[in-house]
């Protein structure tokens, strides 16, 4: 499993039981994140989603792939949509090199004039995708979930692979 923006990290604390010990989870933030007190099944990296190798850190293609990046707000609600669903965007470039066919994703996106499209996007790269605003997300908040099931891999339409940047180095056990 690949977390994109897992800083603090309660999302790995989480994932990393529900992969179970025989999985692996990869957690990518801008802002470094304490690997001490994370179960040992978890991996983090400091560093640009968009810029990292996750199959080679993974050892392969996910299966699935979460985010809860969010950009830094601007202060205009609107320039913030914009950018969180470009995130969700970037993110839906990646995943023909990142998820396996039939994988999951789950992105959250700051609902707004973006989002109709952004769904349409995903709903043509997977088999079912919905928006999903959970209890716990405030009402107030234009934050939600979008959960996409059923990768269609490179069979989806308009997916395009983003070629891998230079390799980093594996730590020691990956
Ligand atoms: C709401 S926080 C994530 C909280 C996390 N899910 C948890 O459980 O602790 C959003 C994160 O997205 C990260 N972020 C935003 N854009 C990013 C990018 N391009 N690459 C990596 N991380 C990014 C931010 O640094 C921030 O830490």
């Known amino acids: 499993m690949v977390d994109c923006g897992a800083a603090p990290g309660s999302w790995l604390q989480v994932a990393s039981g529900r992969v179970g010990p025989r999985g ?16 040992s099944n978890v991996q983090v990296v400091e560093g640009d989603v968009f810029e990292a190798d ?17 950009p830094d707000t601007t202060g205009s609600p609107s320039a913030d949509q914009f950018r969180s669903a470009r995130l969700c965007e970037q993110l839906l470039d990646r995943l023909p090199g990142w998820l396996r066919p039939g994988g999951a994703c789950v992105m959250k996106v700051f609902e ?5 499209e952004l769904l349409k996007r995903a709903g043509a790269c997977f088999e079912r995708a919905k928006g999903y605003k959970p209890a716990a997300s405030r009402a107030e908040s ?22 891998a940047r230079p390799r980093p180095q594996r730590p020691a056990g990956w």
């Open 24 to 39: 692996r989870v990869l957690g990518i933030d801008l802002k470094a994140i304490d690997p001490n007190g994370l179960p």
């Open 142 to 163: 234009v934050e939600m979930f979008l959960v996409c099931t059923g990768f269609l891999g490179d069979s989806a339409p308009g997916a395009g692979s983003v070629p």
């Open 112 to 116: 707004g004039e973006a989002y109709p």
């Open 54 to 70: 996750a199959p080679d850190l993974l050892g392969g293609k996910a299966d699935s792939v979460l985010s809860d990046m969010a």
